[in-house]
């Protein structure tokens, strides 16, 4: 297995543009979270979804953020329009497993996002 | 919600031992993590504990104090490459929602 893989690494946008970013999540497992960490706020869970289902969206920042997982192997975090406080870095996080059954997330690489 | 507290920076020397705390009030309890984040990559796991006492894995120990609401991760014979920020992440009681602490900033020196 690959581990979470995310898209693109890095994004270097304009105020006011759409940004898409991606993520595929761990194969057979059916949660996955969206955070956001910023040198000022730390790591920020900003969606969660289980069974493909948005469960937790309460962090996600306004209107303007939206997410979707239309199957179990991938999801997309959209913000239209950007603004400069939006820039980040976003990790993608799936569930694992341990031999104890403990559920840690792994977290994908993260997409370094920039808005001018 | 949950309120997690742990220290901004520590530094100490290279073959050392540093102890991380890590206080929590939450309205949920279903495990504490540790993660790992050398600078500029994505946080790694370290260490989980559920129950009150000690786990030890290799140069690292966690934890806990459920009644107290407390943590530490014990980092022993440091080595440069331990240089990175710690984080503790508490686990919502009934699913996977992690909420994690600012992070502490280790800094190993020679």
């Known amino acids: 297995d690959a581990g979470v893989i995310q898209s693109p690494r890095h994004e270097v946008t304009e105020m006011g543009q759409e940004v898409t970013l991606r993520c595929k999540p761990i194969?057979?497992?059916?949660?996955l979270f969206w955070y956001r960490q910023t040198m000022m706020r730390g790591l920020e869970l900003l969606i969660y979804?289980?069974?493909?289902?948005?469960?937790?969206d309460s962090g996600m920042p306004e209107d303007r953020f939206s997410a979707k997982m239309p199957n179990a192997s991938f999801s997309t975090l959209k913000i239209q329009p950007s603004e400069p406080r939006d820039s980040a870095v976003y990790f993608c996080?799936?569930?694992?497993?341990?031999?104890?059954?403990?559920?840690?997330?792994?977290f994908g690489p993260g997409t370094r996002l920039t808005v001018l | 919600g949950q309120n997690i507290d742990q220290p901004t920076e520590m530094t100490a020397t290279e073959g050392a031992i540093v102890q991380i705390n890590c206080t929590y009030q939450t309205s949920g309890f279903n495990g504490l993590f540790w993660y790992q984040q050398h600078a500029g990559e994505a946080p790694t796991f370290l260490s989980y504990n559920v129950l009150d006492g000690l786990e030890e894995k290799g140069r690292f120990s966690s934890f806990l104090s459920r009644s107290k609401g407390y943590s530490y991760l014990l980092l022993k014979e440091l080595q440069m490459k331990d240089s990175a920020s710690y984080l503790c992440?508490?686990?919502?009681?009934?699913?996977?929602?992690?909420?994690f602490g600012a992070g502490t900033t280790v800094t190993v020196r020679a």
């Open positions: 194969s057979g497992h059916n949660s």
């Open positions: 996080a799936s569930p694992g497993g341990l031999a104890g059954g403990v559920n840690e997330q792994f």
């Open positions: 992440a508490v686990r919502d009681r009934n699913d996977y929602k992690l909420s």
């Open positions: 979804f289980n069974n493909n289902v948005p469960i937790d």
